[in-house]
């Protein structure tokens, strides 16, 4: 039904690749219709409980194709980056589920920024970071200022942001930027063991705290201590903590439905 994604669907668990491999997934207006598209569906699809985001070939996603809009006289950049970059962002940050990206390749300029909105990040060890934007003279933009310091911190944010330094999956682990590093023919497996422990968890439980997390980024505690009892509230009345506490009871694991 795509011609620029990928979609695979299997059991609770939906995979999006991004499929543009000739120009290493870079983002035409297409592509970006597409995988919002997608992000819809699996945000109103109940059985879906995690989703994976990664790409075809040799590169995660290295950002906007300059080919696509070269020469456009009437193109906008803050246009493009309104309609089509951030609504990415925010239906992944905004999706109830937790979203793994399965770094396979390189991930540069936006293709970095959609790698940094994923909840997770499970990395092949020749794959790499970089924000791109300075070497065409552009600035950071799909959530990479606001997720990059608060990522790495503000003296290397900058140093990646002003110098398009790159970071290989080694460095990304020792710093904070990826959840795990594992050989190529690993990468499958590792995202998958992953995946399944999502596909079977209390997915309303972490979707509160996912947007728990992103809250205490501008909050002060008293305002957290009050949300999380509200949040807490909500998951003592799921299907799940039932199931959690039967379980925890009857010495079984739980059988969670994600609701």
């Known amino acids: 039904m795509y011609n620029h994604i990928l979609l695979e669907i299997s059991g609770s668990i939906t995979t999006i690749t991004l499929n543009r491999p000739d120009v290493f997934n870079a983002f035409n207006k297409e592509m970006h ?35 696509d809009i070269e020469g456009k006289k009437d193109f906008s950049f803050s246009e493009v980056v309104n309609n089509r970059y951030n609504p990415m962002i925010r239906a992944i940050t905004n999706l109830p589920k937790p979203v793994i990206c399965k770094l396979n390749g390189v991930a540069a300029g936006a293709g970095c920024s959609l790698a940094l909105a994923c909840d997770m990040i499970i990395a092949s060890e020749k794959s790499s970071l970089i924000e791109v934007f300075v070497n065409v003279g552009l600035v950071l933009d799909s959530g990479s200022s606001f997720f990059l310091p608060r990522i790495v911190g503000s003296k290397r944010a900058f140093e990646f942001a002003t110098m398009g330094t790159k970071i290989s999956a080694d460095e990304a682990l020792k710093i904070g930027m990826v959840n795990k590093v594992v050989e190529p023919d690993q990468l499958d497996l590792a995202t998958m063991e992953i995946a399944t422990y999502f596909s ?60």
């Not at 597409?34 to 070939?57: C, H, N, P, Q």
């Not at 009892?229 to 959690?244: K, L, M, P």
């Open 33 to 67: 219709i597409e995988l919002l598209d997608a992000m819809k569906m699996v945000a109103k699809d109940k059985s879906t409980r995690v989703l994976v985001i990664t790409g075809a070939g040799k590169a995660f996603c290295s950002g906007q194709d300059l080919k």
């Open 200 to 259: 079977k968890a209390p997915t309303k439980a972490i979707a509160l705290m996912k947007k728990m997390l992103q809250r205490s980024f501008h909050s002060d505690l008293e305002s957290m201590l009050d949300y999380e009892a509200f949040c807490q509230e909500i998951a003592g009345r799921s299907a799940d903590y039932t199931e959690g506490v039967a379980a925890f009871n009857e010495k079984r694991k739980p059988d969670f439905k994600g609701e």
